[in-house]
C-alpha cells in the first residue's frame, strides 16, 4: 500500500522565519511527487518534481527530491502571514492510472506578524 | 473561465438519507477523482475515472456510489451506509500530467 507521512503535522512561526516541510513516502513504481497549498478549500498546485537533486523554485518557495531516500523537502523563506495554510505532499504511481494520488496527512502552517 | 464547479458548497442531512454531490468541470480532463478531507487525515480517494462510463473505487468507497455518464460530470452519492459521512468533499480533475485541479469543495454535516 502506498503511504505518504509529513512532518511536523503543525509549525507556528514569525513572520520573517524560514520553513522546512517534510514528506516523506514509500510508493510502488514512483512516478512524481506533487506539494500542494490550501488556503480555505481548493488545493493549489506548488510544485511537481519527478527527478532527485533538481530544485524547483518559485519565489520563497523551493522543493527538492530525493528518490534514494524516498523524501521530499518544502523550504519556504522570509515568511509572511500569507503563507498560513495546510501545506500537503502526494505522490503519484506508475501503471495506467495517472493522475491518482496518495495525499500525507498535510502540515498546518501558522505565521504569526 | 476554465475549472470545476462542485455544488452544494454546505449540505446538511439526516441520518439514513442518501446526498449527492455535484461535480462538473470544463478543462476537458479524462479522468475525474473524489476526496474526502478529514482534520488531520489528509485527502483519501473515495471514486476515480479516467474514461466515460467507468470508475474505479479507491481506499475507501465503502458507503459511496458514482456515475460517469459524462465527461464533464462526476456525481458522487453518499449513501446512507456511510457511517462518518460528515467531512470536506473535494472533487478533482487531471489530465496526463498527472497534475490535479481542484474544486473548492463540498461540506456536509450529518445532523
Same mark, same amino acid.
Given at each position: 500500500e502506498d503511504k505518504v507521512v509529513q512532518s511536523p503535522l503543525s509549525l507556528v512561526v514569525h513572520e520573517g522565519d524560514t520553513v522546512t516541510l517534510n514528506c516523506s513516502y514509500e510508493v510502488t513504481n514512483f512516478r512524481s511527487l506533487l506539494w500542494y497549498k490550501q488556503e480555505k478549500k481548493a488545493p493549489t498546485f506548488l510544485f511537481m518534481l519527478t527527478s532527485s537533486g533538481i530544485e524547483k523554485k518559485s519565489g520563497r518557495l523551493s522543493s527538492i527530491l530525493d528518490k534514494k531516500e524516498l523524501f521530499s523537502i518544502l523550504n519556504i523563506t @522570509? /515568511?509572511? /502571514? *500569507? &503563507? %498560513?495554510a495546510i501545506y500537503l505532499c502526494a505522490v503519484e504511481a506508475g *501503471? /495506467? %492510472?495517472? *493522475?491518482k494520488l496518495t495525499f500525507g496527512q498535510g502540515t498546518i502552517l501558522t505565521v504569526h506578524p | 473561465d476554465g475549472g470545476i464547479t462542485q455544488s452544494p458548497k454546505y449540505l446538511f442531512r439526516k441520518e439514513g438519507q442518501n446526498v449527492t454531490l455535484s461535480c462538473e468541470q470544463?478543462? =476537458?480532463? &479524462?479522468a475525474m477523482y473524489w476526496y474526502r478531507q478529514d482534520p488531520g487525515q489528509g485527502l483519501r480517494l473515495i471514486y476515480y475515472s479516467q474514461i466515460v462510463n467507468d470508475f474505479q473505487k479507491g481506499d475507501i468507497a465503502e458507503g459511496y456510489s458514482v456515475s460517469r455518464e459524462k465527461k464533464e460530470s462526476f456525481p458522487l452519492t453518499v449513501t446512507s @451506509?456511510?457511517? =462518518?459521512?460528515t467531512a470536506f468533499y473535494l472533487c478533482a480533475s487531471s489530465s496526463s500530467t498527472g497534475e490535479l485541479f481542484f474544486g473548492e469543495g463540498s461540506r456536509l454535516t450529518v445532523l
Open positions: @522570509a /515568511t509572511q /502571514t *500569507g &503563507d %498560513s *501503471g /495506467t %492510472s495517472y *493522475g | 470544463n478543462l =476537458n480532463h &479524462d @451506509a456511510q457511517k =462518518n459521512p
